[in-house]
């Protein structure tokens, strides 16, 4: 560490790039094949080593790592300051310094024991008790990077597993320099659409979506925009397990071609799970609807000449025949670098054939989870990249998600055979909720994405299925373009002249745009897209009222004409002109301060009008989906989209989506008479007793409250200078009550005059008690890094957070 003070620290990992292999392959990838982008680089690496600082302090604060002994009762919050230093102790097994003292530069306070940090030194002050003279003697170091901030671990007392933190190192760098390298290039594609938007003055891009192709994807395009990963996450970009040239390759920020590959399956070792859905969702139905009830027609619709190819592939080419096999896409990381170990038996023996690219292959772009993908219809001959129009047909094909058998953030991104086997059958609870949910709760403000098939490799053997049946799985999932609505005006019929020249906005009102993309910074405006929306939103609600206005001021220009036909007295009329010209500067000066406060106080009740249609749709969903059905969504910032009208800005849908990650509590589904039959070793099934709901309400307070919201709030109080933090949980905990009293009239009104009071007390007291979980003074979320270094992200482990509900 470097004892001199200096504010530039951001440097030390830049002059000692040599020293971090994935760091320098990273460079060097720059140096060699983008060497005009270099400086561009190293400034991103900067800023990710800055960002990573931020978190792993955040983690160090808020889960209480270098705490020996955590009270699980009389919680004491933390005591952060805005522009202040926090004192961050830490007890070493150095007997010359027992205690190290980390100061941290605390910028801005948030909600959840949330913080940012300064751009000035990280002070580590060594503390050194001298019994002899009883004389403190400390040290004052500067931490300059990451790095030395994971090497304190190995200073302090608490156990962690030695290898963990070397991996966990590791896997800083790998996110840090990922980071760095898709900010750089993506940049690239942001300055086109900067470029463009300047040419055509464009003011936010929704503006510039409303102005591509009528085929343009908004909701691809959304995913793909979105370069800033998970917002919490000590290694949000991590991807170990690819080079960078594959993290470029295969990564949604930079909207490349993915060629996903077919797989054949001996039948007996290949088993699925389809949905009644598929048959009236959307125009892409018949993709999943087999006349011929094979497996392989689910796949085939869409796919013809692959189908066509394979079939003289198989059957010529390597004398197999093409109706033993089962059929599934696999992703070419996959095919490339797990399959030929980890099945090379099953490949030595013909129980799976991988079908060569150049035989079929189907194309595909990366969504933000890598694993989830838009794939193209080989059908649709319209694909156009420069344009970036994609295929017009493709844009209702289901999308898929596919296992790649990497790390991300804090997990290995296989797929289990019971997420792929329950996905469609609770997609027909979801639809049957929705069906008795739709006049009381959810209406047409509210949707689902179902999940309306997915197929698995089946090992006979069962000692290899806890590795094999995640390794080549297929979930697919149906297209959130189904559920927008074309433009009642647009033109719809078969001049193909006029459709070619259509524009996005000529056939779609709406825009879908996930929820995390919100956070993104908008290439048009260089303000996150979120606060594009807020602004379209005020702006036009203004432009409204000012319509209205201008219209009763009409008479006063009437008023001043009649002035002017006053041919006489043209002195005392000109000394009247003049006083009434001061008369009117006056008024006008009082009314410029009037409208001013006006303006404020109406754009601040405006902001409030856009942030409660989101809260409240979400809240909706998330507390009747909890309380009345014990189905605790996770609903985090990835697992929701937003349809929003591209004309007044507003969110008026929300889409929810991804039921692997859900936690459910079966006694509350089945007292709702819905039965759920799921595939055992299920993890979305929380346990019996009296913590049957625990793991139900932590998955709602983690991913909805703590990461949806709360950085919802959190933005918009830092953007908007005249609006509290608290103003707005104020509201989240108006719309919370709302939804638990909606519960319990309607629990009223369906029971009335019926003999039930011991099941209705029962059902009230849960009521009661959920709404009890979410205002309470604290609340668990998961421990990220803890996890990560003591158990391997094995482990669940928890810490206890302020609660911003609490007495609200």
Not at 61 to 78: G, S
């Amino acid at each position: 560490m470097n004892s001199k003070i200096d504010n530039n620290f951001n440097n030390s990992i830049i002059n000692n790039i040599e020293n971090f292999k994935y760091l320098k392959s990273c460079f060097e990838l720059i140096e060699n094949n983008y060497r005009e982008k270099k400086e561009e680089f190293l400034n991103e690496l900067k800023l990710a080593n800055f960002e990573t600082i931020n978190k792993i302090l955040n983690s160090m604060v808020r889960e209480k790592i270098f705490e020996l002994i955590i009270p699980q009762k009389n919680y004491h919050p933390i005591k952060l300051i805005e522009n202040e230093y926090y004192h961050l102790n830490i007890k070493t097994n150095n007997p010359n310094y027992p205690i190290m003292k980390i100061k941290i530069p605390i910028k801005d306070v948030y909600s959840y024991d949330r913080f940012s940090i300064s751009n000035q030194p990280l002070i580590l002050e060594m503390i050194n008790i001298n019994n002899n003279n009883n004389k403190n003697e400390n040290k004052e170091l500067i931490i300059n990077d990451c790095f030395e901030l994971i090497e304190l671990f190995k200073e302090s007392k608490i156990l962690i597993n030695q290898e963990y933190l070397e991996e966990y190192k590791f896997e800083i760098e790998n996110s840090i320099g990922n980071q760095a390298l898709l900010n750089t290039l993506s940049n690239c594609l942001h300055s086109e659409i900067k470029r463009v938007s300047i040419l055509n003055n464009y003011d936010s891009i929704i503006t510039y979506v409303n102005n591509q192709h009528h085929s343009f994807d908004s909701c691809k395009f959304y995913e793909q925009l979105y370069t800033k990963g998970h917002l919490t996450h000590t290694t949000s970009k991590m991807r170990k397990g690819f080079t960078p040239n594959q993290v470029l390759l295969y990564s949604s920020e930079l909207s490349n071609l993915v060629s996903l590959r077919f797989i054949a399956i001996k039948k007996e070792y290949s088993l699925s799970s389809s949905s009644s859905l598929s048959s009236s969702l959307s125009p892409t139905s018949s993709l999943f609807s087999s006349t011929e009830n094979n497996d392989y027609d689910i796949l085939f619709n869409h796919y013809p000449k692959s189908k066509k190819n394979i079939i003289e592939y198989m059957n010529h080419s390597i004398n197999l025949n093409f109706h033993h096999y089962k059929y599934h896409l696999i992703h070419p990381w996959q095919l490339e670098n797990i399959i030929p170990t980890l099945f090379e038996k099953e490949l030595s023996e013909l129980i799976i054939v991988p079908i060569p690219v150049e035989i079929a292959s189907v194309s595909s772009k990366p969504l933000v989870s890598i694993r989830s993908a838009v794939i193209f219809s080989e059908l649709d001959n319209t694909f156009t990249s420069v344009n970036n129009n994609d295929y017009n047909n493709s844009k209702l094909i289901p999308h898929i998600k596919v296992p790649i058998s990497i790390n991300i953030t804090c997990g290995l991104r296989t797929i289990s055979s019971q997420s792929a086997n329950n996905g469609p059958i609770f997609s027909e609870i979801i639809k049957d909720i929705n069906k008795r949910e739709y006049d009381s709760f959810f209406g047409e403000d509210i949707k689902f994405l179902p999940e309306i098939y997915g197929c698995w490799f089946n090992p006979l053997d069962d000692n290899d299925k806890s590795i094999k049946h995640k390794s080549i799985t297929n979930i697919w999932r149906e297209n959130p373009n189904s559920l927008l609505d074309k433009n009642k005006n647009s033109n719809n019929n078969n001049n193909q002249v006029d459709n070619c020249n259509q524009k996005y906005v000529d056939l779609y009102k709406h825009q879908i745009i996930v929820s995390c993309s919100l956070y993104s910074v908008s290439p048009v405006t260089d303000k996150l897209v979120l606060f594009e929306l807020i602004d379209g939103f005020i702006k036009n609600k203004q432009q409204l009222r000012s319509n209205i206005n201008n219209n009763n001021n009409n008479n006063n220009n009437n008023n001043n004409n009649n002035n002017n036909n006053n041919n006489n007295n043209n002195n005392n009329n000109n000394n009247n002109n003049n006083n009434n010209n001061n008369n009117n500067n006056n008024n006008n000066n009082n009314n410029n301060n009037n409208n001013n406060k006006n303006n404020n106080d109406n754009k601040k009740e405006l902001i409030f009008n856009w942030f409660n249609s989101y809260i409240s749709k979400l809240l909706t969903v998330t507390i009747v989906m909890m309380s009345k059905y014990g189905i605790g969504l996770e609903a985090h910032l990835q697992n929701t989209l937003w349809i929003i009208d591209s004309e007044t800005f507003e969110p008026v849908k929300l889409i929810c989506k991804d039921w692997a990650g859900a936690r459910l509590n079966l006694k509350r589904l089945s007292s709702q008479s819905i039965n759920y039959m799921y595939k055992e070793g299920s993890v979305t099934i929380c346990g019996d007793g009296d913590d049957e709901s625990i793991e139900m309400y932590r998955k709602v307070q983690h991913a909805v409250f703590n990461s949806n919201i709360g950085e919802l709030i959190l933005s918009i109080s830092k953007h908007y200078q005249n609006i509290e933090e608290i103003e707005l949980w104020k509201c989240v905990s108006l719309v919370c009550k709302s939804v638990f009293n909606k519960l319990k009239l309607q629990y009223f009104e369906q029971h009335n005059n019926q003999s039930q009071h011991k099941e209705e007390d029962q059902y009230l007291k849960q009521l009661q008690h959920d709404e009890d979980v979410l205002f309470s003074k604290t609340i668990d979320i998961k421990a990220l890094t803890k996890m990560r270094l003591q158990t391997d992200n094995r482990e669940n482990i928890t810490t206890s957070i302020t609660n911003p509900l609490y007495n609200l």
